[in-house]
């Protein structure tokens, strides 16, 4: 039976109100025609520019490249600052997408190597840079450990101990849309300030078909433009995904102090039941972490029995990266998250962890 299809709400990805793919691609039109945007060719037409300066300038930073994929995005970055040092060493933290999701790509496709610094619960600190790697990557917020961010202050020594020792710091944007009620509401630019270079996503918070902007200064963006050219990139008609984008940006980050100041009001209720922590206790983000006393199969079929008794689909999987008998499910609040009473998601979760404990 597919459980996740009878439900009436689902919490899982993507976070926002479902759009049919005639839904979406009629959005899309009716914004191009509002903007008097036209098909674009090879990632260089109006939109595409637009697009790049236009987050740029939210970040504070020269200029801006569109990617088809983050992942393509940050390659690029470690490419570039390789070669500039003449190091083949990347401090990443062992929660970083490059270690878990990308197939050692760094390795295999870059003949780079993972220096991982840190602990997999806790932000990385400024005692753990080494001026002779080729740059580090921080993930603002980390997604593995719940959205955890240093704070400002950790945040600031970091970015001073990299300059003083000349390390390159890439900032991993992927959820950096989420990031500015922690920092009491500092704008984007202050944020990013002290960094190289950025990658942001645009489908996950943004919620657009897909795409992600590389940013730095011009000499960096002309170096990464070629390197997109390399990789495979350099794609024909870009153009819905770009307008997609453009289309959502300023709404969603309109919504997102609401999406945080939802999780952390979710998060006071289920730091109440037993049986369960949260990582961390009061969300950073619009996310958090769910620890759960069992493995993830066992998870699934709790999961499955909810999604029977309440009609909500919790999450589509569960994370087991720390060991036995113990496994993560990812809060993510957006429209759909918001649009669920807190009282039947609490019971949702209720009847999971039941499920999870259960002999």
């Known amino acids: 039976m597919n459980h996740r299809a009878s439900c ?31 098909a674009e060719y090879l990632c260089s037409g109006e939109a595409t520019v ?14 801006g490249l569109w990617c088809p994929t983050g992942t393509m995005a940050q390659s690029i970055a470690a490419r570039i600052y390789a070669r500039k040092t003449g190091s083949d060493k990347l401090l990443l933290h062992p929660t970083s997408h490059l270690i878990l999701h990308e197939n050692d790509g760094y390795r295999h496709a870059h003949h780079l190597n993972a220096i991982q610094i840190g602990n997999w619960s806790s932000a990385v600190t400024a005692d753990l840079l080494d001026e002779e790697a080729a740059c580090a990557f921080l993930e603002l917020p980390q997604r593995h450990n719940g959205g955890l961010l240093p704070s400002w202050q950790q945040l600031s020594m970091l970015k001073e101990s990299a300059r003083e020792r000349g390390l390159p710091l890439h900032l991993d944007g992927a959820r950096i849309w989420s990031c500015r009620p922690y920092y009491d509401n500092r704008s984007y630019a202050d944020i990013a300030g002290g960094f190289s270079s950025i990658y942001v996503s645009l489908y996950k ?19 990464a433009e070629i390197w997109r050219s390399r990789l495979g990139g350099l794609m024909i008609e870009p153009w819905p995904m770009v307008c997609d984008a453009l289309r959502l940006l300023d709404h969603r980050l309109d919504q997102m102090p609401a999406f945080v100041s939802h999780a952390r009001d979710l998060a006071t209720r289920l730091n109440q039941l037993k049986h369960v922590t949260l990582e961390p206790e009061i969300p950073h983000v619009n996310m958090f972490h769910l620890r759960l006393p069992c493995n993830s199969q066992k998870a699934e079929a709790a999961r499955d029995a909810a999604a029977q008794q309440t009609g909500i689909w919790l999450a589509s999987r569960f994370w ?37 404990i259960a002999v």
């Open 320 to 356: 087991d990266y720390e060991g036995p008998d113990q496994c993560s499910m990812e809060v993510t609040v957006g429209e759909n998250a918001v649009s669920v009473p807190v009282d039947e998601l609490v019971a949702a979760v209720e009847i999971l962890v039941s499920g999870c």
């Open 8 to 38: 009436k709400q689902d919490l899982s990805f993507p976070f926002h109100k479902r759009e049919t793919p005639s839904t979406r691609l009629s959005a899309i039109q009716a914004f191009m025609e509002e903007r008097n945007f036209e």
């Open 205 to 223: 918070d943004i919620g657009a078909i897909g795409g992600a902007v590389l940013l730095g200064d011009e000499e960096f963006i002309s170096e």
């Open 50 to 63: 637009l697009l790049e300066r236009t987050i740029a300038d939210i970040f504070g930073k020269e200029a």
